[in-house]
């Protein structure tokens, strides 16, 4: 039994396998002491499979567990900021699932709850991938002033989804959706790669998931922080066309760029061939490490150390931040265009005939016209967001 670190999970629903097998997987580190959920099925699901004899049905008992130093927060978007507050002010140190928050204020007063009493907090982001890292580190700073940038994404989700949890598809407990659940994964990468971000604003509707309140398709412009203006797409309601996802950050001297989702295979080339050719051997070496599947441990792992070294997790509350700017400048601008650009959408040619979600996807429709003008107009190069709805 490792004495070192207290584990523990509140939520043990879809994910939290994933961060009970982290766990698992350290065992010289920690124990996985403790789990809580209300649903008492998920509770024994979860301890039964990992062995864990605590369960909690109320958050509050377990936080007041004083065997456990670190908390998994795997529940709903809306209990993230409340939840996560409550274990800071508990002493406890956080590791709470993307998206970070609600909203930009919510994830402003989890920083300052750590700060306040002194424990570590981290959300679950692809920035602890060493390809991702390589890219940041290595990559970024070879491409030289970023000229133009665009990502593009697409997670087409039916009608079942959204059927799996009553929080998914509402504003006030998903806060959200394509754009919140599955765009904030890339968001998070893109802001990382383009120094933070002032402002973004943009256009979603929803155009085929009449089960659900929020948004299945938006767009939207971001001024970074480093003065860069990039644009991107997000939808659930159908699959990318051929070479339709994807990323570019295209600097003076190269780019960063993959058509892979969720940007798992992010890649670059440089204009000077042999400084590239140099730079890709090592890279080669990064990408060998088989990353993918063993994520969740390694962000436990570099936060357990962070704790020890009383240093930054290599993912910060700070930048995970940065992402929820993107969500909550769209999502705002976007509520006073939502009707005419429903409107402007809903008279492209292809959508008609087109009932609910699961139609798009078994039709094989990639979005038609539609999707086509969206990705046009993020891909351009000018500073400005097309809206011909306006
Ligand atoms: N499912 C995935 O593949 C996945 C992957 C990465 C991240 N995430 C993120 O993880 C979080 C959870 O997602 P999920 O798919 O596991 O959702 P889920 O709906 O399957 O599970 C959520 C769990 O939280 C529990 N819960 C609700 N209120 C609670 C409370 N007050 N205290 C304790 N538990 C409570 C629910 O009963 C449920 O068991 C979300 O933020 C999601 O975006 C999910």
Known sequence: MSQEFGASIIGCGGVSSAH???????????????VC???????????????????????????????????????????HAPITIDAAKAGKHVIVEKPMALTVGEA?????????NNVKLTVGSERINPRYRFIHDKVLPEIGEIKSSWLVDFYYRDASYYARGAWRGTWAQEGGGVFVNQAIYTWDQWQDLLGGVDF???YWTNILHPEIEVEDIGYGLVHFR???????????????????????????????????????????SLKDRNAEADLRKEFEQVI????????????????????????????????AKEALKILNGIHWHGWNH??????????????????????ANTDGWRGGKLVQQLIEFVRSETSTLDAPFL
């Not at 004899?53 to 209990?79: K, N």
């Not at 402003?108 to 306040?116: C, D, F, S, W």
């Not at 402007?344 to 139609?359: F, I, P, Y």
């Open 20 to 34: 009970a097998e982290a766990y698992r997987n350290l065992p010289d580190q920690c124990d996985l002491i403790a």
């Open 37 to 79: 959920d209300p649903v008492e099925a998920n509770a024994n699901r979860l301890a039964d499979t990992f062995g864990v004899e605590t369960r909690y049905a109320d958050y509050h008992d377990l936080l007041a567990d004083e065997r456990i130093d670190v908390v998994s927060v795997s529940v709903p978007h809306f209990l």
């Open 108 to 116: 402003n007063e989890m920083i300052e709850a750590a700060r306040a």
């Open 200 to 202: 973004a604003y943009g």
């Open 226 to 268: 480093s003065g860069a203006i990039g644009k991107c797409f997000a939808t659930s309601a159908c699959e990318s066309p051929e070479n339709g996802q994807g990323i570019r950050i295209i600097g003076e001297n190269g780019e960063i760029h993959t058509n892979s989702a969720w940007l798992y295979e992010l890649d670059f």
């Open 288 to 319: 060998d490490l088989n990353y993918r599947g063993r994520y969740q441990t390694w962000q436990t792992a570099d936060f357990f150390d962070a704790i020890r070294a009383n240093r930054s997790p290599a993912v910060t509350p700070e930048t």
């Open 338 to 359: 939502e009707r005419k650009f429903k409107a402007w959408a809903a008279a492209q040619v292809e959508l008609d005939g087109l009932k609910d979600a699961a139609t």
